[in-house]
């Protein structure tokens, strides 16, 4: 076969899946959306597009977003058109549509048969928007507004013939009838890599050495903003730092913003969290919170390796990998009681649940399971079990993305494989 992957930040979701179809034979070519780079990775050849203009000025808002899409979908729908000029036709065209990239790919290559990776669907209700009281902007006309940020997944639905998503509750998100199209299969976790170990060292910024032996909490996310609990989890500290006064709190995360939006005034979530909480907690308290930034992978698996409890929080959104890989290293997890986390954290059996908004019972969900050595253990092996058994990279999910890639390639168009 000959594939083509269109993401803007290639590999992203498709970082083994790309690789794995180029090692089994196939010729496998990749889109992204950057100046430069290498162009040979893993056996994908890579083959950068750069738009040729940006977007225009004064465009009303709710069109922002989809006129932005458009002017990526025209460029990458250019740079195809060299490709098929050249001689080149795929088979099959794998694409995240959240750039716009895909809109092209049928009128470049009418036959080409396209499957699309979908993440999320925007909900008025039941997902992140308005959520959190603290941070929604009440709008009676949000429906309107969120029908535009929709468009553009549903210019891709008339398009596509098939689709995958990495959740159940993210897949609900997207109306029928393209619903029927969509195969849930996860990214995939590396559990032969991720595993725990009884002898794990990390070792801080100031060069103290933590281990298994230390009440070490963590906390992930990609950048320390709302949609990712970072405020309830820095509200949480004061009680936290109280109860366990031999506790090391770990943050890991820029910070920028990758799905809200960033404060008013032009600072980071983190300073307005720190400002705000600077009188409820001593030097003494500070010096055990450590911010430490963008981890190399295997600095960021060491320290959940030596994490005694793992606290993971998200708005109704996109589940993260860090979480999924917490589980394969036998973290002890708090994690917030919120879709999608519901299909993997099962309260009392591979973590405990709390509610999102409540600082008080997060710090006291942590503190009491930091006192129970025994069901750390427990759901820890719960945890890690639940993942090697449904989301496990070799054994479950690659071979899952490689069978649907194939069924796209071989079977006419129809709804896909069913959930």
């Given amino acids: 076969m000959r594939i083509l992957f269109l993401h803007q930040n290639f590999p992203g979701q498709f970082k083994h899946l790309a690789p794995a179809l180029a090692a089994a034979g196939h010729e496998v070519v990749a889109l992204p959306m950057r100046r430069g780079g290498p162009s040979v990775w893993q056996g994908v050849r890579v083959l950068p597009y750069w738009p040729a203009r940006g977007s225009a000025p004064g465009v009303h808002p709710w069109l922002t977003d989809l006129e932005t899409k458009a002017v990526r979908a025209e460029a990458c729908a250019r740079h195809m058109m060299r490709l098929r000029d050249a001689g080149f036709v795929p088979d099959v065209v794998v694409a995240h549509p959240g750039w716009g990239e895909g809109l092209g790919v049928k009128t470049v290559w009418p036959a080409t048969r396209l499957g699309l990776y979908c993440e999320l669907y925007y909900q008025r209700t039941g997902a992140d928007v308005g959520f959190d009281p603290e941070f929604a902007q009440a709008d009676a006309l949000d429906a309107m507004r969120l029908r535009f940020k929709n468009l553009n997944h549903d210019l891709h639905f008339e398009l596509a013939d098939a689709a995958l998503a990495p959740t159940r509750w993210q897949a609900s998100t997207f109306p029928e009838p393209f619903r029927q199209r969509i195969h849930v299969v996860h990214d995939g976790i590396d559990t032969a890599a991720l595993q725990p170990r009884a002898d794990a060292c990390f070792t801080l910024p100031d060069g103290r050495v933590l281990t298994r032996a230390d009440e070490v909490v963590t906390f992930v996310a990609r950048n320390l903003e709302p949609y990712r609990g970072f405020h309830t989890f820095m509200r949480a500290l004061p009680e936290l730092l109280r109860l366990r006064p031999r506790a090391q709190v770990l943050l890991v995360g820029s910070d920028g913003v990758s799905y809200g939006t960033p404060p008013a005034d032009g600072r980071s979530w983190r300073a307005v ?147």
Wanted: aromatic fraction near 8%; proline fraction near 7%; glycine fraction near 6%.
């Fill in 273 to 419: 969290l720190t400002e705000e909480l600077r009188p409820r907690l001593s030097l003494a308290d500070w010096a055990r919170v450590h911010f430490l930034g963008q981890l190399p992978y295997p600095q960021f698996v060491a320290m959940l390796q030596v994490s005694a409890v793992h606290t993971y929080l998200t708005y109704p959104f996109v589940l993260s990998w860090s979480l999924l890989e917490a589980m394969s290293l036998g973290c002890a997890i708090v994690a917030s009681d919120t879709a999608p986390v519901r299909e993997v954290i099962i309260q009392g059996d591979t973590g405990r649940l709390v509610d999102f908004f409540d600082p008080t019972g997060l710090a006291q969900g942590v503190s009491s399971l930091l006192d129970s050595p025994a069901e750390r253990q427990h759901l820890g092996h719960a945890a890690r079990a639940l993942v090697r058994a449904r989301y496990d990279l070799s054994a479950i999910c690659l071979p899952a993305q490689m069978a649907w890639v194939a069924h796209l390639h071989l079977e006419n168009r129809r709804p896909g494989l069913p959930v």
